[in-house]
């Protein structure tokens, strides 16, 4: 009883750290409570998913694999691979993860990630009806109503979603996102784009919404769809400086300079996001073109160099790393890369 009183203590605490982004803290008490217990599958599981929050897929991969082989009906295991696959664009497997990991341990959150899945797979109808599920059952429940406002959305059922946005706000009226979205989506119903852009920076000089980053990354896109680039670049950049977490608003502010022709600056706002998700077809095409304007295709293959090792499971880019090393006239020998 002692046991498992201490190991729910320590799971309430790695959730506080995990709520915090504190990933790095969390790996570590994890590590310290396996010294004590090295062959606790609960505890890597843990760890686990811990790896996978971080971007290390590889050691969440092996070690999600190390503990089924030992348990083959451990649903927190099935759980990392099905988030591991869902990362690396396999929806369908992390659905087949998520739904063998439920009927094992039927958890709500595990119904949110199969309709994440099921979405990624653009079964959205199947998705909203895993969602509903559980609103019938609890229609207050935020996080399956922001994953269904962002369904409708995508089904370009632009009025139920925003009637769900509104409905989540009035739950939390606090929430940033999706006030944004809700300004976002009542813009698509007015006919005059530059009016809803001049409401849309009115409402960033107010006090309560000057230093808020979505306001500002909405405001962006709307520049950007009037054609205003440059604008819209400035814009993203005060987005990504009010919320240094939020990589996105740095993606988009360096599409847009790659818009306008700043391709340095652009290679600097797209190399974080290339670096954590290397998947990304339009950054990897973005930044390929940047280095090919400015004939820098050594800074491209160095960069594919540095990166390549940090996602061994992306196989594509040891392909762009033999045809640049090919235009380059270098030798081109076969990789130790483990997944080549």
């Known amino acids: 009883m002692d046991q498992e009183q201490s190991y729910s203590t320590l799971q309430k605490r ?5 709520e915090k982004k504190r990933f790095g803290e969390a790996e570590k008490e994890i590590h310290q409570a396996l010294e004590g217990n090295p062959e606790n599958l609960f505890l890597k599981a843990i760890l686990a998913d811990l790896y996978l929050r971080q971007g290390h897929f590889t050691e969440g991969r092996i070690l999600a694999e190390e503990i089924l082989e030992q348990d083959p009906q451990h649903p927190q ?16 497997k992390a659905l087949e993860c998520y739904k063998q990991a439920f009927n094992l341990d039927p958890r709500p959150y595990l119904i949110l990630k199969s309709a994440r899945a099921l979405k990624e797979m653009g079964n959205l109808s199947e998705a909203l009806e895993e969602l509903d599920k559980i609103l019938v059952v609890n229609p207050e429940n935020i ?3 922001k994953e269904k406002a962002f369904i409708l959305n995508r089904m370009k ?7 769900t946005y509104e409905t989540i706000k009035t739950l939390s009226p606090d ?5 944004k979205e809700i300004l976002r989506l009542r813009s698509r119903i007015r006919p005059e784009p530059q009016q809803v852009l001049k409401e849309i920076q009115a409402i960033t000089t107010m006090d309560s919404k000057k230093d808020d980053a979505q306001v500002h990354g909405l405001l962006a896109q709307k520049l950007k769809e009037v054609g205003q ?12 400086h009010l919320d240094p977490q939020n990589l996105y608003f740095l993606k988009q502010q360096g599409f847009c300079l790659y818009n306008i ?8 706002c797209l190399i974080p996001y290339f670096r ?3 998947s990304d077809f339009y950054v990897r095409s973005t930044l390929q073109k940047c280095y090919e304007a400015q004939g820098d295709l050594k800074g491209l293959l160095h960069l594919l160099e540095e990166v390549s090792p940090l996602h061994p499971e992306q196989k594509s880019l040891l392909g762009m790393i033999r045809k640049i090393k090919k235009r380059l006239g270098m030798d081109v020998k076969k990789s130790n890369h483990p997944f080549s």
Not at 14 to 18: A, D, G
Not at 77 to 92: C, E, F, M, N
Not at 157 to 163: F, P
């Open 276 to 278: 954590k998700d290397p």
């Open 229 to 240: 680039v440059r604008e819209a670049a400035e814009e993203y950049g005060r987005a990504y």
């Open 261 to 268: 022709k700043k391709y340095n600056e652009a290679i600097s």
């Open 175 to 179: 929430d940033a996102f999706v006030q």
């Open 157 to 163: 059922q632009y009025d139920q979603a925003l009637k």
């Open 143 to 145: 996080s399956f109503l």
């Open 77 to 92: 295991a099935l759980t990392v691979l099905g988030d591991l696959s869902l990362k690396q664009h396999s929806p369908q």
């Open 14 to 18: 790695i959730q506080s750290l995990k």
